[in-house]
């Protein structure tokens, strides 16, 4: 059921998440990985700020955007809310970068050098460097975002080098199929490039990959963040 404005739509997320928190645990379980391991990011895009607040008064901190100009309009009514750790996961345009280097604190869709540079230079310095991930296009899809995993290694270079930026891993979002071996496979391609990548930077330690369909076959490939919407907010029309 869709969770609607109503009087109930507050026990209705709550019941929600921790329905998402459960399901994080058992897939955690049966893979013998740490539940604690694998963050959960609740993608808030389309729903109103009182649906925010309704996962945040259940303790909840780390929620997902992905539209600029929607996502600044909550952060904003939001703004006492301090501790909300506010990530974009939305495909990023070049007259968009300031917004998100100024609200956010994740991006998690950086795939290209210049969109980098610019977040780079439109980082406030009063706050903490931007922390990014790097979006790979594992499927190889002509219309999807997401850089080549053949320019990876040029690019995470790039982001090491901006001061303002914080280089902590790697997000896709591989084609939608029902296949479970397929969807598999593709985690374990980001898994490997996550692997490969921190090899040469031992810091990074994010892998964000799962959303509603796909939590168990993420969380089995070594997922360290999973991005789940629709199954905490409802359907979105
Ligand atoms: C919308 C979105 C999600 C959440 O998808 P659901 O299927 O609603 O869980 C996750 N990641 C990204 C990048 C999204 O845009």
New binding site residues.
């Given amino acids: 059921m869709t969770p609607q404005l109503t009087d109930n739509y507050m026990v209705t997320i709550a019941e929600r998440l921790k329905s998402a928190y459960a399901r994080i645990a058992l897939a955690a379980k049966k893979h013998h990985r740490n539940e604690g391991d694998v963050c959960l990011l609740a993608?808030s895009?389309t729903k109103p700020a009182d649906f925010i607040l309704a996962a945040y008064q259940q303790g909840h901190r780390e929620f997902?955007e992905?539209y600029v100009q929607e996502a600044v309009d909550k952060i904003t009514q939001l703004a006492n809310y301090s501790d909300i750790v506010w990530h974009f996961?939305?495909p990023i345009q070049s007259n968009k970068t300031a917004a998100v280097a100024e609200h956010f604190d994740w991006v998690?869709?950086v795939d290209r050098e210049k969109i980098a540079k610019r977040l780079n230079r439109q980082r406030p310095t009063d706050k903490a460097p931007l922390k990014v991930l790097i979006q790979v296009n594992i499927s190889l899809e002509e219309t999807k975002s997401g850089c080549q995993p053949a320019q990876l290694d040029t690019l995470a270079e790039c982001i090491h080098h901006c001061p303002n930026l914080e280089l902590r891993g790697l997000?896709a979002?591989p084609a939608k199929t029902d296949d479970k071996q397929q969807q598999i496979q593709y985690f374990e391609q980001l898994r490997a490039c996550f692997d490969r990548l921190k090899a040469q930077y031992p810091q990074i330690d994010t892998v964000s990959m799962g959303?509603?369909?796909d939590v168990e076959a993420a969380i089995a490939a070594g997922s360290t963040m999973v991005?789940?919407?629709?199954?905490i907010f409802g359907q979105?029309s």
């Fill in positions: 993608v895009k997902g992905s996961i939305g998690q869709s997000m979002i959303m509603s369909g991005r789940i919407g629709t199954d979105r």
